[in-house]
RNA sequence: GUGGUCGUAGCUCAGCUGGUAGAGCACUCGGUUGUGGUCCGAGAUGUCGCGGGUUCGAGCCCCGUCGAUCACCCCA
């Protein structure tokens, strides 16, 4: 019989690196939470014509990345590539954007992209991301990359980045394109670089072979057009940035990967990352509601990469918790029964109770309790459930105590509130 | 989607110029009657990713395929 393999590319956990993976999503959404964001939890899937106007057709993600299929009603479904398309869709649906503002909110989940796996890179991966709609304050922009980078020094992550850049507004990038184009229609390169220019322009920045970069390194920037208000916008954001500490370099090369964003773009860079370098990225999108049919409001978020924000807290090192921090384990010597009603005693009270099963010998149930990392241990055979009294065994130092087993609920959780709880 | 590298026990890997597989760690049991982590002893474990070909014979050679990985494209 042939084995089952996982699809293609994707990316999958399980225990110990699930506990790291777990930690990472509760470390950012806990930042958010902090910051007001409140849940939003979208389908995995949408009408593909909401990613096609929301993303845009000019973009990769659009044109060639979208695992996109026949529904049995004969519609066109697309498993989502990117979260805020739906986070637009459910506040226009649920008129969200008619209540009260900002709507701000976090999601987090599963994404779809159909690309050639890479360490990083999956066609399958994890975003948590945070979108606030209907304010067109720069402060507000600053809130967002503040809970970002909040989260990333919570896990204790040093070696990344923050690159911002303004990408103007609508009437910003209308002079800068001609100005771009005129510039590139005086140059020469092979067809497919042309075709991309031809589709958008801004792609070319992105390029990472040596010739095309020296060659664009005298083209028009982007930041030279803009207008005295975008202009005002993103030294309101620079300042604030600096205000707050956050440490940041302006890229005014950078390109983001979605047609939505306008006014300020980031993205934050881990350097042991390789080529999948970005952890995350996010900017304003002011006219993508009105786009998708909306109120004309304003809006800004990020996406961040689970994945490889783990990858980058490897790389760097860093300790992360583990899952299942037992506070006692039973060794039943032929008391399974008595045992496992004692466990499930204490586990009512809160506690993270584990024991052996099968009718091991004492060493092996010892050792099963050494393995589970407990912080205490009982053996408990026919004595102990004849006088009321167990060894309470501390592992660490090996050291142990008399309690009376009715009061041993009580006895622990003592114990263990000097370590703090479990979250 | 394009190109390079790789695919051997649960994990990390070794396997000489082709002769039907090994190490370390982990695992199970034991080292005299009920206390783990060190040490000692014993034991189990693989269709050598999958399919085909060359050969008397292939883990080692050839082709295909699946997957991983690295770079490009692009991006979280």
Same mark, same amino acid.
């Given at each position: 019989?042939?084995?089952?393999?996982?699809?293609?590319?994707?990316?999958?956990?399980?225990?110990?690196?699930?506990?790291?993976?777990?930690?990472?999503?509760?470390?950012?959404?806990?930042?958010?939470?902090?910051?007001?964001?409140?849940?939003?939890?979208?389908?995995?899937?949408?009408?593909?014509?909401?990613?096609?106007?929301?993303?845009?057709?000019?973009?990769?993600?659009?044109?060639?990345?979208?695992?996109?299929?026949?529904?049995?009603?004969?519609?066109?479904?697309?498993?989502?590539?990117?979260?805020?398309?739906?986070?637009?869709?459910?506040?226009?649906?649920?008129?969200?954007?008619?209540?009260?503002?900002?709507?701000?909110?976090?999601?987090?989940?599963?994404?779809?992209?159909?690309?050639?796996?890479?360490?990083?890179?999956?066609?399958?991966?994890?975003?948590?991301?945070?979108?606030?709609?209907?304010?067109?304050?720069?402060?507000?922009?600053?809130?967002?990359?503040?809970?970002?980078?909040?989260?990333?020094?919570?896990?204790?992550?040093?070696?990344?980045?923050?690159?911002?850049?303004?990408?103007?507004?609508?009437?910003?990038?209308?002079?800068?394109? $001609?100005? #771009?184009?005129?510039? =590139?229609?005086? !140059?020469?390169?092979?067809?497919?670089?042309? @075709?991309? &220019? +031809?589709?958008?322009?801004?792609?070319?920045?992105?390029?990472?072979?040596?010739?095309?970069?020296?060659?664009?390194?005298?083209?028009?920037?982007?930041?030279?057009?803009?207008?005295?208000?975008?202009?005002?916008?993103?030294?309101?954001?620079?300042?604030?940035?600096?205000?707050?500490?956050?440490?940041?370099?302006?890229?005014?090369?950078?390109?983001?990967?979605?047609?939505?964003?306008?006014?300020?773009?980031?993205?934050?860079?881990?350097?042991?990352?390789?080529?999948?370098?970005?952890?995350?990225?996010?900017?304003?999108?002011?006219?993508?509601?009105?786009?998708?049919?909306?109120?004309?409001?304003?809006?800004?978020?990020?996406?961040?990469?689970?994945?490889?924000?783990?990858?980058?807290?490897?790389?760097?090192?860093?300790?992360?918790?583990?899952? $299942?921090? #037992?506070?006692?384990? =039973?060794?039943? !010597?032929?008391?399974?029964?008595?045992?496992? @009603?004692? &466990? +499930?005693?204490?586990?009512?009270?809160?506690?993270?109770?584990?024991?052996?099963?099968?009718?091991?010998?004492?060493?092996?149930?010892?050792?099963?309790?050494?393995?589970?990392?407990?912080?205490?241990?009982?053996?408990?055979?026919?004595?102990?459930?004849?006088?009321?009294?167990?060894?309470?065994?501390?592992?660490?130092?090996?050291?142990?105590?008399?309690?009376?087993?009715?009061?041993?609920?009580?006895?622990?959780?003592?114990?263990?509130?000097?370590?703090?709880?479990?979250?």
């Amino acid at each position: 019989m042939t084995k089952f393999q996982a699809p293609k590319g994707v990316s999958e956990y399980f225990p110990p690196r699930s506990n790291h993976f777990e930690y990472i999503r509760n470390t950012i959404i806990e930042s958010a939470k902090t910051s007001g964001y409140e849940l939003m939890e979208l389908p995995v899937f949408e009408d593909t014509e909401l990613f096609a106007r929301g993303v845009g057709e000019s973009t990769d993600v659009v044109r060639k990345e979208m695992y996109t299929f026949e529904d049995r009603g004969g519609r066109s479904i697309t498993l989502r590539p990117e979260g805020t398309a739906g986070v637009m869709r459910a506040t226009i649906e649920h008129n969200l954007d008619r209540g009260q503002l900002p709507v701000k909110v976090f999601y987090s989940g599963a994404f779809f992209r159909a690309e050639r796996p890479q360490a990083g890179r999956y066609r399958q991966f994890y975003q948590v991301g945070i979108e606030a709609i209907g304010l067109s304050d720069p402060l507000i922009d600053v809130e967002v990359i503040a809970v970002a980078d909040r989260a990333f020094r919570q896990l204790g992550l040093k070696n990344y980045r923050l690159e911002i850049t303004s990408l103007g507004d609508a009437i910003t990038r209308a002079n800068y394109l $001609s100005q #771009l184009r005129a510039y =590139i229609a005086t !140059l020469d390169f092979d067809e497919e670089t042309k @075709a991309r &220019a +031809e589709i958008n322009p801004l792609r070319l920045f992105d390029d990472k072979r040596p010739e095309i970069r020296s060659v664009l390194a005298t083209a028009p920037i982007l930041m030279d057009y803009l207008t005295p208000e975008s202009a005002a916008d993103f030294d309101a954001v620079k300042n604030s940035l600096e205000a707050l500490n956050i440490n940041f370099v302006v890229n005014n090369r950078m390109v983001r990967g979605l047609d939505y964003y306008t006014g300020t773009a980031f993205e934050f860079v881990h350097e042991g990352l390789g080529a999948q370098s970005g952890i995350g990225g996010g900017g304003r999108y002011d006219g993508l509601m009105a786009q998708l049919g909306g109120a004309s409001l304003s809006g800004i978020g990020f996406g961040l990469g689970v994945d490889r924000i783990l990858l980058a807290c490897e790389a760097e090192g860093l300790s992360m918790p583990e899952g $299942s921090e #037992l506070d006692l384990f =039973i060794v039943p !010597l032929g008391t399974a029964p008595a045992a496992l @009603a004692i &466990a +499930e005693e204490l586990r009512e009270r809160g506690l993270r109770v584990g024991m052996s099963y099968g009718d091991r010998a004492l060493k092996g149930g010892m050792k099963a309790a050494d393995k589970s990392g407990a912080r205490y241990s009982i053996v408990l055979g026919a004595d102990e459930l004849a006088s009321g009294e167990v060894a309470l065994k501390a592992m660490k130092s090996g050291e142990s105590q008399s309690v009376t087993l009715s009061l041993l609920a009580n006895h622990l959780i003592g114990l263990t509130a000097d370590f703090g709880d479990h979250s």
